[in-house]
């Protein structure tokens, strides 16, 4: 409740969105079959409850929404792969583009480290939302199999990566300073609240996590989840960036980086308004109650329940994925 | 200083802005049921795995509709990326930042360019 009263533009979205459903639900006649006013509602209501859940949930992991959104979706419903994908790519850039300002004003992130990774994120989703239209095309239905399977076996190796924890490092070795990184003078700061002193850190390896950005934003763009999984380990093990920064820089530039790949499925036709407008309602104030909760809950908690999920979506994944190629009946 | 307040500033307000026109769209389909397609329909084909035949987003009519105002509200709070990038380069490029400063242009240039070659 605090929040609402500190935030008074959160309360107005909040009871705008609650009022003009719950006007929906009331005010509008039942229409015929097949779908039905309460069904149609139904869906929208439980689109912006379960999309507002999971900004909070992704927020406070540090991974952006549609690595939960996208494998649910595909793995549960029978929308179109390329509408979930688009749909995908929103949940995923949202919570990322409204919690981008009190991560900066808190000096967590820099916006110089941003948009030296965000260049390879940025082409990399383009050519992989490019890539997941052609293959549309040149496939036709059979694409909707092909991604079904690939994306459940690569959420099992996510799975792994958050298994594992990566050998993830709160807070890395300050590293020699060399290569690209020292020409361009990677070097940064910030207060941290806990230790109660600044940790000073320098980027390192940056011609590796360059490319390995581009294969995160190709990666994100083709299968709609965005690449928040992905872009801490880069950040923390590659780069050096200590995890908590590492953390908050993942959601920023997620949502740099998706700026450019939702446009190919936008001119596909493949954003149908309707549907995304409850997820994305739902991102943007879920994603300012996530950023709230940040500092309150265990994060361990949630990535052990995340674990779980992208594990069973997987399996539900993989095995409509080979019931597409007639492998399973 | 390097401009970073200014970029989480513009976007957390064109995001918020972009947010209220998505709730007026919402309201024009849901409730007044201005839609280029009549909603049961809509989620009929789609919980059915169509497409919907592609949204015809390159019609005028269509950003009359309730849908229309939606993807105008999406499409505001995702270019609003742009102004906020444009809006930190004087800073680092007069904080000796120039390289991150000509990287921020090509991020904004690579974002602007994907969204007008989508438009046209």
Known sequence: MKLLVKIPELSILLLATLGCYALAVYMVPAAAAPYATTSVMGIVVGSFVLSFIIAIVAVVAGIGGGVIFTPIVLGFT?????????????????????????????????????YVCALPTVMGGVLGAWVAIEVEHAMGPQSDALVRLLLGLMLLGVAYVFLSGGGRNDYPKMGEAKGLGKYLGLQFSYFETSLNRTVSYQVVRLGLAMGLFL????????????????????????????LKAAAASSGVLLALGNAAAIWPYIVYG??????????????????????????????????????LMLCLTSIKLIHRGLQGFGVLP | MNGGKHYGDILYWGTMAGSALVIVGSFMALVLGDSWMPIHQQYALLMGGQTLNHVPIGTVEFYTTGDGVILIGLCAAVLSVVPAILATLPHLWASGARIMALCGLLNAVLIFSAAVYSIS
């Open chain 1, 215 to 242: 294969w995160v934003g190709f990666m994100g763009g083709f299968f709609g989840l965005g690449g928040g999984w992905a872009m801490v380990p880069v950040l923390n093990l590659v780069m050096a960036v200590p």
């Open chain 1, 78 to 114: 029978s929308i179109d792969t390329m509408i979930v994908r688009a749909t995908g790519l929103v949940v995923a850039m949202f919570s990322g583009l409204i919690s981008a300002a009190p991560l900066l004003r808190q000096g967590l992130v820099d916006i110089r480290l941003v």
């Open chain 1, 270 to 307: 493949a954003l149908v308004p309707l549907l995304v407008a409850p997820w994305m309602l739902g991102q943007v104030t879920g994603g300012i109650f996530g950023a709230y909760l940040l500092s309150r809950v265990k994060v361990a908690v949630v990535r052990r329940l995340l674990i």
